[in-house]
């Protein structure tokens, strides 16, 4: 096969975060949309955060996952106006996270 035939423009696709936890604390599960591929720079960025020590900067790794975490017309949710309840962003950047993994 060749690479070409796998290459292809980015789609919206629906992440849903349906753990017990947070379908008990707000009633149904929570969604949001992220690209179905990245471009590489954004890996690279998320493998960079992690310090010297192998501790994790945070306010680099939000900085990374806020313009992935995105409405369904592709508009980023968390902005320097507006941001998620702390538990439901620990709950975003785990499903962010795991979808760059796949």
Known sequence: MKLSQLSKEPQLIEVLIDDEEIVKEFGE???FHTWDRQPMD?????GSIVQEEGKTNFVEML???KSLVLDE???EIV????TLPMNVMT???QKV?????K
Do not use: N, R
């Open 63 to 65: 900085k990374v996952v």
């Open 91 to 93: 709950k975003v950047i």
């Open 29 to 31: 599960p929570l969604s």
């Open 73 to 75: 017309d592709g508009k």
């Open 97 to 101: 996270t795991e979808s760059l993994g």
């Open 42 to 46: 954004t890996y690279v960025k998320l």
């Open 79 to 82: 902005t320097d106006k507006s």
